[in-house]
């Protein structure tokens, strides 16, 4: 691999990581426009009732699941296609360990 004049690569060291908590997002929503990709990460949980009404089973399918977002990120169309290789790169990872 040749080097580009005037070009080099400088590692990036994540500061701060185990000062952040860590949120669990089953839900995600992901827009963009020309320009950006929007990555939302929510929680849902189903309805806390073991035992619910057909009233109230047709409200939910009416009016939705309330979820509570966790994170919004924002990211250009080339750090998406980068994010996109890693995610990938380690799923890919996961299932050889997982032997799935």
């Known amino acids: 691999m040749s080097e580009v004049p005037g ?3 400088v590692p990036i060291i994540f ?3 185990d000062e952040v908590p860590i949120q669990h997002a089953n839900c995600f929503f992901v827009s963009h ?10 929680q849902a949980h189903p ?4 035992k619910m009404t ?3 089973i047709d409200e939910i399918k ?4 309330r979820s509570r977002v966790i994170a919004r990120i924002m990211v250009s169309p080339i750090k998406m296609k980068e994010l996109l290789d ?3 790169e380690n799923y890919d990872k996961f ?3 997982r032997k799935d």
């Open 7 to 9: 070009r080099f690569t």
């Open 15 to 17: 500061g701060g990581a």
């Open 33 to 42: 426009t020309d320009d950006e990709f929007f990555i939302t990460f929510a």
């Open 47 to 50: 309805p806390y009732k073991l």
């Open 54 to 56: 057909k009233q109230e």
């Open 62 to 65: 009416r009016s939705g699941l």
């Open 86 to 88: 890693i995610l990938n």
């Open 95 to 97: 299932r050889r360990i």
